[in-house]
């Protein structure tokens, strides 16, 4: 069984900052990219920022400069610092990591259940 359990959603002003969390739990033996999606009220879901298992980044340009992805593969948790933020990134915050099954041996896409964050103007 392996899991992604994001944290650190919430309600912020314009130009406020948040800092998401994704944990991945479970039987893992192994996680390759791991990534942030967003999708906004009666929008499809868009790629936020990825971050490869050594650490290149790369960001939607709407959030180049203001959102920084990390990760801590010790922990098998990836970050984003959400700096000054816009009304318009407000979403449901999604954590996506392919992750190696630590007996199966099997890749695949997991997803977290999502975390809000709503930015006020």
């Known amino acids: 069984q392996v899991q992604l359990v994001e944290s650190g959603g919430g309600l912020v002003q314009t130009g406020g900052s948040l800092r998401l969390s994704c944990a991945a739990s479970?039987?893992?033996?192994?996680?390759?990219?791991m990534a942030w999606y967003r999708q906004a009220p009666g929008k499809q879901r868009e790629l936020a920022a990825t971050?490869?298992?050594?650490?290149?980044?790369t960001y939607v340009d709407s959030v180049k400069g203001r959102f920084t992805i990390s990760r801590d593969n010790a922990k098998n948790t990836a970050y984003l610092q959400m700096n000054s933020l816009k009304p318009e990134d407000t979403a449901v915050y999604y954590c996506?990591?392919?992750?190696?099954?630590?007996?199966?041996?099997?890749?695949?896409?997991?997803w977290g259940q999502g975390t809000q964050v709503t930015v006020s103007s």
């Open positions: 971050i490869t298992s050594g650490g290149t980044t």
């Open positions: 479970g039987s893992i033996r192994s996680i390759n990219d």
């Open positions: 996506n990591a392919e992750i190696r099954h630590s007996y199966t041996y099997t890749l695949r896409n997991y």
